[in-house]
């Protein structure tokens, strides 16, 4: 079948059957389909959606367009999980979460992303580490998840591959917004690496994807839905995002601050620690490691403050690359900025609010993100100190501390993030930093994995 056939069928409002996506997936790979003609049938499941049934078919033959990892040969002695997240400013959870969850017997192979949009990403805040592989061999990886029971990693090439060529593309055209996409997306990746169970983690708010509750709510009921169709047992939290998640925005500091978080050097931000326990009990939970939810975040905890969970993380940094002595003060060799320079609250009041957004999109003026995919980054600048909305400030208190590589930047920055604040009388409502749970009934179909080529 030609790909006009496959578009003109969705253009119509048609749903697309097994034999049609499959021809636009090996298309995609095989790059027999143009771009037009991929960014063609992108906008027409944007304006007219995806079946559910549709949305499965997708997400599987993209799985199916690579390597499909194995892990059985490896003999981890536990079961093996992962967490997504939908992006965030400040979010830095996944540095603790994994070795919080290995800590406690399960296994987490974390196969992450690099920084989109205004959000920022994990493996590009894990290269702030002198060394580190986010691109180790499998034999390495392997010998990581023995050892510390966790590698945050990056996508290999071989990993659905038509993913990777499918979103370049939609992020040129426009259709970066179509929840099927989104979830085929998210989920083809994560069942190509093995996985026996996953958590997502869908963020919430004005410095998210999803700006409300019921986008959100959207979103993780089509990765709850279809990874059930897919045979991958998943639960999803809602979380907010109408503020910094934990004190910094930008690589090294929010590594220097998920360090700190896991040796217990200085205060853990309380929202940040909220939802890290939170989705390690959902995920302590789902494998089985823990009878509840609740029972599994007092586990976490647990494996916290005995500080197993810091020395996981160290095993696995040093033992993809990065510093052996990450976890002493200094050790984790992490780069500094020349400018360090306060944003001064303008009067008396409360921190009412904050547009995170463009709290994110000041980092990337900095040079602490990418505006197209080729940028480099600056791992040393960003914003710390950040100041938690509810909080009572005083004329001239520092609301958080920029980051940068000249005064010139960090004066523009200050600027900038100013009028992303609200200074009020008096505190407004804040949203639970755990909006919501959701799950399906039923037990998925057990899947089978392929072993990788």
Known sequence: M????????????????????????????????????????????????MTRAETVALTRAMTHSGVVLDWSQARLPGPIIDKHSTGGVGDKVSLMLAPIVAACGAFVPMVSGRGLGHTG????KLQSLPGYQSAPSRAALTRALHEAGCAIVGASARVAPADRRLYAIRDVTATVESVPLITASILSKKLAAGLQFLVMDVKCGNGAFCTTPTAARELARSLIDVAHGASLP??????????????SAGNALEMAEAIDFLVGRGAREP??????????????????????????????????DSGSAAERFARMVSTLGGPRDVLARRGAKLPTA???????APRDGVLAAMDTREIGLAVIDL???????????????GLSHVVTCGARVSA?????????HSRAQASAVVARVLRA?????????LQPVVIERLARAGKPRRRSVERAS
């Open 2 to 49: 030609t790909p006009a056939e496959v578009i003109r069928t969705k253009r119509d409002g048609r749903a697309l059957d097994d034999a049609q996506i499959d021809a636009f997936v090996h298309g995609l790979v095989a790059r027999e389909w143009s771009e037009g003609q991929v960014g063609a049938l992108a906008m027409a499941i944007l304006l007219n959606g």
């Open 121 to 124: 990403g994990t493996l590009d």
């Open 234 to 247: 998943t639960t999803a939290l809602v979380t907010d995002m109408n503020q910094v998640l934990g004190h």
């Open 271 to 304: 929202r940040l620690e909220a939802v890290t326990l939170a989705l390690a009990g959902e995920m302590l939970a789902l494998c089985g490691l823990a009878s509840d939810a609740h029972a599994g975040a007092a586990q976490a905890q647990r494996a916290l």
């Open 338 to 344: 020349r400018v360090v320079l306060d944003v001064p």
């Open 367 to 381: 040079g602490g993100g990418r505006r197209v995919a080729s940028d480099a980054i600056d791992p040393a600048v």
């Open 396 to 404: 001239g208190q520092a609301l958080m501390r920029v980051h940068a």
């Open 421 to 429: 604040l609200v200074i009020a009388d008096s505190a407004l409502p």
